[in-house]
């Protein structure tokens, strides 16, 4: 699937005089509801990689994250029509997502064990540009970084995603999980002390 | 699907979290898994499909990764279809069906407007089979070197003579309206001519004048109060009413007005046998001058007033006549016969009508 353009430059984004608070992506999804498919096709290829990534590090099977990230999106097909850009749009997605997914965690345990997770994310397509000395430590440090993740609790494995892969700011990590701003920062200091620990093992 | 937002502004710069940058960088450095190809085309065509007027549920998307084979739905479909609303149904534009709705209803009140104004159906026919050829024959004579001026008149005021015929108004006015538009200037001419030559001749003074008088142009209302007459009286035969549809300008009582004291000498025989007026008329109203009305069984109605009036038309005056002679007041009824053909010495006389005439 080949995108020709990015999704700003296609759509002239940045030329709108916009205010600084106002989200492209929201921009996006209101041309969508309009019935703007191209719109729509944009919005997908900015967030289709990182939602699908943390609905994979999240869930750790590549089956249920393959269904949470088809329902994700038809949510937000759904919505469309009511879709208002009160927040960023990558947050509002991001909640819709891991609703679904605790919701799907709470109807299907266990979770895929420790084993199922590891070979789903290891198969996964390495860098190309490494250098072969520095290949296997890397590789460990990674693997060992996806271990720790994998092993924190729910709560702070999403709010750890959230910041790393996202990069979202604690109080749209609070948005997105639905808890309070220092709960959200509580919980990454425990699960960043957490990694740090295991990747100096 | 509602959620509880922040409030919106540019999100406030987070502190560091200790050791968070490198983390991030190691993390960076993780495989960027990505969705399928197929799964990415899934997404799309249930967007698609959503926008689409005629497929507005989105929960398609299921049923294309069923169809792909990729990964069988599981769970959530049902309550994925269950939370979706109408998003295409919503903004499928609905404005095409109330337009579609008010124009059939405009469309439906006209037709009903214009079938209330349609005589009924029955009578249609005859009436364009009498309006016809009198069309025809003015459209066919008009080109001639010498237009028929008859023709022309018996043509003209047909649009615009019978109020009982307003639909056919519109495809006389159709054949003579361009003979109008062409052929104007040289049937006043030819009609300017005529008058001059009515005006030079006394021999044909009486006849001529009446033939090109203007008085036919109006001649057409008193034929519709006799088809009013003939209509409304059930007894009289059939075969009568075209014949008195068909002259109008026989019958018409301004035109007798006007020529009554020129017509004043000429004989009653003459008059009822030489149809000179009606030569160039069309072929409808020679048969009737020609052709003397058939003197039809009068049975008069018990309450039926026999009193003259002024309004009477020379139908409705013979037929008062013919009841008077039927209730036995003969010399009532011979006076105003007398009367009636003083007044109107050219008016063909039905036989039984004449009978009485002539007995004194």
Do not use: C
């Not at chain 1, 949470?68 to 947050?91: G, M, N």
């Not at chain 2, 459209?139 to 019978?162: F, I, K």
């Not at chain 2, 007026?277 to 009305?293: G, I, T």
């Amino acid at each position: 699937m080949t995108f020709p353009l990015p999704a700003d430059r296609r759509f002239g984004l940045r030329s709108l005089p916009m205010d600084a608070a106002v989200d492209p992506d929201a921009m996006l999804m209101l041309a969508y509801a309009r019935g703007d498919l191209a719109a729509f096709e944009a919005l997908y290829v900015r967030h289709r990689g990182m939602l699908y990534r943390f609905l994979l590090r999240s869930v750790r099977d590549p089956h249920r994250t393959d269904e949470l990230f088809q329902e994700t999106w038809s949510r937000v097909i759904s919505a469309r029509a009511r879709y208002q850009p009160q927040a960023k749009f990558s947050t509002w997605l991001l909640q819709i997502a891991h609703n679904l997914m605790i919701d799907s965690a709470r109807r299907q345990r266990p979770m895929a064990d420790g084993d199922e997770g590891e070979i789903a994310l290891a198969n996964v397509a390495t860098p190309e540009q490494e250098q072969p000395d520095h290949t296997l430590s890397e590789f460990q440090r990674r693997r060992g970084l996806q271990r720790a993740i994998e092993q924190l609790p729910d709560e702070q494995r999403t709010a750890v995603l959230l910041r790393l892969e996202q990069e979202l700011s604690l109080e749209e990590i609070a948005t997105v999980t639905g808890a309070r701003r220092e709960t959200v920062k509580s919980r990454l200091r425990y699960a960043m002390t957490r990694l740090r620990e295991v990747l100096s093992e | 699907m509602t959620t509880r937002l922040p409030p919106q502004g540019p999100p406030e710069p987070d502190e560091k979290l200790p050791g968070e940058a490198e983390l991030a960088a190691l993390y960076r450095q993780l495989p960027k898994s990505e969705p399928s190809p197929a799964l990415d085309a899934a997404v799309l065509r249930a967007a698609a499909q959503a926008l689409a007027p005629d497929e507005a549920n989105p929960t398609v998307l299921g049923a294309e990764r069923e169809r792909g084979g990729e990964t069988p739905p599981k769970s959530n479909i049902s309550s994925l279809a269950a939370s979706a609303p109408a998003g295409g149904a919503r903004r499928r534009p609905r404005w095409p069906i109330a337009l579609g709705s008010a124009a059939t209803l405009v469309l439906a009140a006209g037709l009903a407007l214009h079938m209330r104004e349609l005589p009924p159906a029955t009578s249609a026919p005859t009436e364009m089979d009498s309006a016809a050829p009198a069309q025809a024959t003015a459209a066919a004579s008009l080109p001639r070197a010498t237009p028929p001026v008859a023709a022309m008149q018996s043509a003209e005021p047909a649009p615009s003579s019978s109020p009982m015929k307003p639909p056919e108004q519109s495809s006389p006015e159709m054949v003579v309206a361009p003979l109008r538009a062409s052929t104007t200037s040289a049937l006043r001419k030819a009609i300017a001519d005529q008058a001059a030559e009515r005006t030079s001749s006394k021999a044909k003074a009486a006849g001529e004048s009446r033939q090109y008088a203007p008085a036919p142009m109006a001649a057409p209302a008193p034929p519709s109060v006799a088809l009013q007459e003939t209509s409304s009286n059930s007894v009289e035969p059939a075969s009568k009413m075209p014949v008195t549809r068909a002259a109008p300008a026989p019958a018409a009582p301004p035109a007798d007005e006007t020529t009554a004291p020129q017509a004043a000498g000429v004989s009653a025989t003459n008059a009822a046998t030489t149809p000179t007026p009606d030569e160039a008329a069309p072929v409808a109203p020679r048969v009737r001058a020609r052709m003397p009305v058939a003197p039809t069984p009068f049975t008069p109605a018990a309450g039926m007033d026999t009193t003259s009036y002024a309004s009477d038309t020379p139908a409705q005056e013979l037929d008062k006549i013919r009841q008077l002679f039927a209730l036995g007041h003969d010399d009532e009824a011979q006076q105003r016969l007398t009367a009636f053909h003083l007044a109107h010495p050219r008016w063909d006389l039905p036989l039984d009508l004449q009978a009485k005439l002539r007995k004194p």
